[in-house]
């Protein structure tokens, strides 16, 4: 039964999500579930059937690959009507996927321990190689430079230039990426964040060196 629920979600999400190049494909939904999983053996900790639910549509509803926020909830909403889950299942889901954006979960405490891992999964996956890939994935797609060294990190940014929105992908790893290590919930993910955080660092590093002209 549970089996067939997940098999059917991943389904369903394969479909929604299969076309998207910015970054929130299917393969970003799968890494998310499988490093979700883990954390969870590893701490002994939360729902395993939950936590793979909540990771494997937590980008459903996202406002960026809907026409409206309004849209997206709708998208999920009508997926959920089609599963066999009690109310309070569903709701435990909903409410995961709905805490845990950096822009809804940001600062604010999550209920669950579910809610935590799914969070720390998600962010894993903003940070390392993978990070690197798809900021610049992201960044391609939406038309942003690699870099441009007069352009501020936001923090220091005028009200009007943030407005404006004006940023580089080399930016979003100071405006985000870099700061994701210290906002982890669990242990496991901690641990697991190290040589991602180092292999950011380095390619930071190596960029400037080849940004300045320097041949080593
Ligand atoms: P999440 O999947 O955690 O909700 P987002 O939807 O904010 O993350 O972003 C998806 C991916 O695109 C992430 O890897 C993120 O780092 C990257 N990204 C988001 N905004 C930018 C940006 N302004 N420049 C470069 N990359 C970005
Ligand atoms: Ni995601």
Known sequence: MIDKII????????N?????????DWFHVDRVRRNAIHISKAEQQGDPFIIEMAALLHDIPDEK????EEAGKQKLESFMETIPLKDVEKNHIRE???????????????????????????????????GIARAFAYGGKKGQSIYDPAIMVRETMSQEEYRRGKSTSIHHFYEKLLKLKDLLNTETAMQMAEPRQQMMQSFLEQFYREWNGQQS
Request: glycine share 10%.
């Open 16 to 24: 929604q999500l299969g076309e998207d190049s910015t970054g929130h």
């Open 96 to 130: 995961i996927i709905f805490s845990i954006s950096y822009k809804g979960g940001h600062g604010s405490k999550l209920s669950s321990v579910e809610a935590k891992i799914v969070q720390d999964a998600d962010r894993l996956d903003a940070i390392g190689a993978i």
């Open 7 to 14: 098999e059917q979600t991943e389904e369903f999400v394969r």
């Open 65 to 68: 690959l809907n026409y409206s």
